[in-house]
Structure formats: structure tokens, C-alpha cells
């Protein structure tokens, strides 16, 4: 069964300071999808960014950026010049690469919780 | 655009009691699932349901039950409800074709057992 292990339950930044949460998974599979969720404290569950496995190059999403490595299992998530904003929970996932049917479900990591300081 | 919609928003419930939580989406999404999330334990999915017609047990089924009423709405009913069972409650979608899909989530139903 895939897991996902996120090491460090809490993190602080200083505003406009640079942060990287870290995610590492166990899977034997060799096509999967990671994405990072960002829960404020409004319990909202927010996409942040997705990574295909199959894709060598690391995706980006303004601020928000991730480390890829493959053959580490590694999928850490990195947020520049860090706002007020960015804090709050942050869940890293996997999903599979499913042939359609009842395997679409996200595996989540138990969250990070990110603090940002003025 | 409502996206995924759930209610209620909060709930106190007394052990024994039953309700159903409401989930509805309007994206036209095939696949529907319901978590919970629980402090230090991140979100784990209850009962997941692949297309309109279908549903599966997910890591943590017992204690509950599920209606894929049609393609918008996904229910999850405590018959006989438990301490236990005090968590936030996630209902989510998601296509089923794209294989790289999001889920989409909603807001969130915070139930208490008294």
C-alpha cells in the first residue's frame, strides 16, 4: 500500500523569507500524480500545485514550486517570499495512476502546519 | 460557480443518534468521496464512489454508510453514532477520466458525539 510520510509537523518562516516543506512516499508504482493542498483556517482544502511522475521537469505555480526526485521519493514543496497568507496547514498527496474505476482516491500525508512571522 | 457543497456546516450529535451528512457538486464529476480528518492524522477516506451507481470502502468504513444518490449528490449516514466519530468530515470530486484531476473539495462538516 502507498504512504505518505511528511516529517515535520510544524515550520515557521519570516515573511518574504523562503520555506520548504518536505514529503517523501512509498509506492512500487511507476506512474502516480502528487499535489500539495494548503488547509487555512477556514478548513477550506486548497489545490496548490500537482506533479505528474512522468514529467522530469518540476512544476510551478507563481510563488509555489516543487522538488521532484523520483527515484528519492521525494516531493518537497517550496514557497518564496512567504505572505501572511501561506500560513496554514499544508497536505502532501499521492494519487495513482488509476485505469479508471475506484482507485482515484488521494492518500494524504498528516500535514505541516506552516506559521509565517510579520 | 458552488463547486462542491456540504451540510451541515457543524453538528452536535448525542452517542446513538443518527444523521446523514449532505454533499452535492455541480461539475459534472463522475467520481465522489468522503474523509475525515482527525487532529495529527491528516484526511482518510471513508467510502469513495467510482461513478454514479457505485460505491467502495475506503481505510475507514466502519460506522458508516454511503447513498451515490445520482451523479450530483453523495451522502454519509452514522446509523448510531460514537464518540469516535467526533472529526471534521470532507466530502470531495473529481472526473474519473482525467487521470491527473484534482478533487475538489468542500468546506467541511465539524461533527461532535457527546
Known amino acids: 500500500a502507498q504512504t505518505v510520510t511528511q516529517s515535520q509537523p510544524e515550520m515557521s518562516v519570516q515573511e518574504a523569507e523562503t520555506v520548504t516543506l518536505s514529503c517523501t512516499y512509498d509506492?512500487?508504482?511507476?506512474?502516480?500524480?502528487l499535489f500539495w493542498y494548503k488547509q487555512p483556517p477556514s478548513r477550506q482544502m486548497i489545490l496548490v500545485i500537482r506533479q505528474e511522475a512522468y514529467k522530469q521537469q518540476n512544476a510551478t505555480e507563481n510563488r509555489f514550486s516543487v522538488n521532484f526526485q523520483k527515484a528519492a521519493k521525494s516531493f518537497s514543496l517550496k514557497i518564496s517570499d512567504s505572505q501572511l497568507g501561506d500560513a496554514a496547514m499544508y497536505f502532501c498527496a499521492y494519487r495513482r495512476d488509476h485505469d479508471g474505476g475506484s482507485q482515484g482516491n488521494l492518500i494524504f500525508g498528516k500535514g505541516t502546519k506552516l506559521s509565517v512571522k510579520p | 460557480n458552488a463547486g462542491v457543497t456540504q451540510t451541515p456546516k457543524f453538528q452536535v450529535l448525542k452517542t446513538g443518534q443518527s444523521m446523514t451528512l449532505q454533499c452535492a457538486q455541480d461539475m459534472n464529476h463522475n467520481s465522489m468521496y468522503w474523509y475525515r480528518q482527525d487532529p495529527g492524522m491528516g484526511l482518510r477516506l471513508i467510502y469513495y464512489s467510482a461513478s454514479e451507481g457505485t460505491t467502495d470502502k475506503g481505510e475507514v468504513p466502519n460506522g458508516y454508510n454511503v447513498s451515490r444518490l445520482n451523479k450530483r449528490e453523495f451522502s454519509l449516514r452514522l446509523e448510531s453514532a460514537a464518540p469516535s466519530q467526533t472529526s471534521v468530515y470532507f466530502c470531495a470530486s473529481s472526473r474519473r477520466d482525467g487521470y491527473n484531476s484534482p478533487l475538489h473539495f468542500g468546506n467541511g462538516t465539524r461533527l461532535t458525539v457527546t
Open positions: 509506492t512500487s508504482e511507476s506512474d502516480y500524480y
